[in-house]
């Protein structure tokens, strides 16, 4: 067939089984492209669709009607061999088809208030399932050879139900308290994943018996979450959302016997030990596992995300058709390309907020505890201010700090808008750390700790900005970065902080 080079508006994006290709379902057909190299390869165009599934190690595709000029009824899913050139079969329903999945064995239809099961062999029915409104058309299952499992939404709000075929056993999960808004499910079935339309909070379960066993908090603003895809071998969760960004997430605790019980945090310390907080809007997230590595992106666009068939490769496809990419793994140590890298011995760890942890807990005894982690309370604090560090004042701060000195060097003009919008919500937060610092001399204490060094980058580079009086305003905030800026070991790493500053 033809390849096209230019790609017609896009209506869904989807993955192969195996992640060696993808498709983009057009107001025109499908187009499909390798992943490596990334470029088209095949190319048909008979009129909309809206959604395609390929069977596992075929070249058999499953395809629905879409887009203003569908290709046929989108009541209808029919399936079409590649090689042949044709549709060999088709199922007919009484609505709208709103996604498939497809294995060897069976064949999952999503409809709105419910997911229809058929027998791939002859495309009979084997079962109905009738579910909560799913507009979206949230479904997923296990693929290649192992057992049938299938993850569809339940009857009540925030519920799942999972489908063990081979046992012939079914499994109710309360997931969330709200409306389920997207599900992603391991490729042998062993873990799902799942988002409600808050977006703050993801939960990865044992589909076998429900447990909880890792909770993942991705932040504190409502997000419409469009991915989430497990790694294989189970290492890492890639959640992508409306925010622009992709949050990759290490699962260590879900090959551990370890079990969650989602619950309010319960602490000791009176309310005016935390009243600095006030301000800033913080989620329950102390006991939550935070992403280690971030992709970030533009705000709005929908990408959807996958880890890729070649190792240590991720792949984030963009709605606009445009931003089609390998986001490439580039590095053997480093699974998303990008500095720093840390091995010790058999250990290998990317990510600086990670990496400084993990230094910080290793050499806790050397004189120098920046966790506090022998003091249940101090403790506390300090991942308190880990948190207001990485979500209410990174996001703020690396965003002025971008585009005064990073956009001018690729060619670009700074954003004024986007600098005077961060630098008013930087000024707010700033009052808050004025205010808590006028009472202690550090974030967390009268001792510096990992959240005060987690500033010194990004403060740094804003100090040589026009906007420096956010901080030289508070006398506070100004004593504080004068302190931790001036410390040896920071002098000694700013000298070579430096590139083409105004």
Request: with cysteine; glycine share 6%.
């Amino acid at each position: 067939m033809a390849v096209s080079s230019n790609t017609p508006s896009t209506i869904n994006l989807t993955f192969s089984h195996d992640r060696s290709f993808i498709a983009a379902c057009t107001e025109t057909g499908v187009q499909l492209f390798s992943c490596d190299p990334f470029r088209a390869i095949d190319l048909r165009e008979e009129g909309g669709i809206s959604t395609v599934e390929f069977l596992f190690g075929s070249n058999i595709w499953a395809l629905v009607g879409g887009g203003t000029s569908p290709e046929f009824d989108r009541k209808k899913v029919r399936f079409w061999e590649n090689a042949k050139n044709c549709f060999i079969g088709e199922i007919s329903c009484r609505s709208v088809v709103l996604s498939v999945r497809m294995r060897r064995d069976f064949i999952f239809v999503v409809l709105e208030n419910r997911t229809l099961v058929y027998n791939y062999s002859n495309l009979k029915i084997y079962c109905q399932i009738e579910t909560a409104a799913n507009p979206k058309g949230l479904c997923a299952a296990s693929v290649g050879d192992s057992p049938a499992v299938m993850v569809c939404l339940g009857v009540l709000i925030g519920e799942i139900r999972v489908e063990h075929y081979s046992i012939r056993k079914i499994k109710f999960i309360a997931a969330h308290s709200s409306e389920i808004a997207c599900l992603g499910i391991t490729r042998e079935g062993s873990l799902v994943a799942t988002a409600s339309v808050k977006g703050t909070v993801i939960r990865v379960f044992r589909t076998r018996d429900g447990t909880l066993l890792q909770e993942l908090w991705r932040g504190t603003e409502r997000a419409t979450i469009y991915s989430l895809a497990f790694s294989s071998p189970i290492k890492w969760l890639a959640v992508s959302s409306d925010t622009g960004t992709v949050h990759i997430f290490n699962l260590n605790k879900c090959t551990t016997t370890q079990v969650l019980q989602p619950q309010p945090l319960q602490t000791s310390y009176t309310s005016s030990s935390l009243s600095f907080i006030k301000g800033l809007v913080m989620p329950n997230c102390i006991s939550l596992d935070r992403s280690l590595a971030k992709i970030r992106l533009v705000k709005g666009s929908k990408y959807i995300a996958d880890f890729g068939h070649m190792k240590n490769t991720i792949i984030v496809l963009g709605m606009d058709g445009s931003a089609l990419e390998n986001c490439g793994l580039t590095g053997s140590y480093q699974p998303f390309g990008q500095v720093p890298v840390l091995e010790d011995g058999d250990l290998t760890l990317f990510e600086s907020r990670a990496i400084n942890e993990y230094l910080a807990e290793k050499f806790k005894d050397s004189g120098h505890d920046l966790l506090r982690s022998e003091n249940l309370n101090e403790s506390a604090i300090v991942k308190v201010w880990r948190e207001v560090e990485s979500h209410q004042y990174d996001p703020l701060i690396s965003s002025i700090v971008f585009q005064h000195f990073v956009a001018p060097l690729q060619g670009k003009e700074p954003d004024q808008k986007i600098i005077d919008e961060n630098l008013d919500k930087l000024g707010k937060v700033l009052d808050i750390y004025e205010a808590k610092l006028s009472e202690t001399k550090y974030l967390a204490g009268d001792f510096y700790t990992l959240p005060d060094l987690h500033h010194l980058p990004y403060t740094f580079y804003f100090m040589k900005t026009p906007w420096a009086s956010l901080i030289n305003d508070r006398a506070h905030v100004k004593a504080w970065w004068d302190d931790i800026s001036s410390r040896p070991a920071f002098e000694k790493v700013a000298q070579g902080m430096t590139f083409d500053m105004k």
